[in-house]
């Protein structure tokens, strides 16, 4: 949970980690596995690049051809990636004391859970804002807001190799949308709350 010091911050001075997970994909019974995570922090509204991570995860079940049509992730690229459970301390230094984000955070959520009581969050959910912030949208898919608002451009400034549905990338790109929705709504100088309501 949020420290009190945090939860009293405006908007605009909160302390953000925007959070992705690729998959090997689903199966019959079985939920998808991570097989890379990125993370991107936004200091108040600034994006610092230093911040970029990004890093394959070894799993024993083998990604799934939709899945490696989707992202493009192969069983050779897992070969010699970490475990998740490994990324522990790395994941405690980038994720801790921030507020998380990311776009439909429910996968992000799940797959977390393979760290009992992390304590991270809370969860600002970019989809969730989007629906409440701009109503009547015919999508509100990451790809389809960012190209409404051009978002990707910046998104390939900070990250040269962007890309759809690679974790880094979709961990900065919605950032950059939240950021945006701060804008739209004017609410940089409102409690940092408001983003727990949706806007």
Request: proline share 6%.
């Amino acid at each position: 949970m949020a420290s009190v010091g945090h939860s009293a911050r405006r908007v605009g001075e909160q302390q953000f980690a925007g959070i992705d997970f690729e998959s090997a994909g689903e199966r019959p019974h079985e939920e998808g596995v991570p097989v890379q995570i990125g993370i991107a922090w936004m200091n108040g509204l600034i994006l610092p690049s230093a911040s970029f991570y990004r890093s394959y995860l070894r799993t024993d079940r083998p990604v799934t051809w939709t899945a490696q049509q989707h992202h493009g992730i192969t069983n050779v690229d897992l070969k010699d990636a970490p475990e998740f459970r490994s990324l522990w301390p790395e994941l405690k230094q980038r994720l801790g004391n921030r507020w998380m984000v990311a776009h439909g955070a429910g996968t992000e959520k799940r797959y977390l859970r393979a760290f009992p009581l992390h304590g991270f969050g809370p969860w600002v959910d970019t989809l969730t804002l989007s629906r409440k912030i701009l109503p009547g949208r015919a999508s509100y898919a990451l790809s389809d807001l960012a190209e409404e608002f051009f978002l990707e451009p910046e998104a390939r400034r900070l990250l040269p190799e962007f890309r759809w549905h690679e974790a880094l990338s979709d961990a900065l790109a919605s950032l950059l949308l939240l950021r945006k929705l701060i804008e739209l709504s004017g609410i940089q100088d409102h409690p940092a709350e408001v983003l727990l309501q949706g806007g």
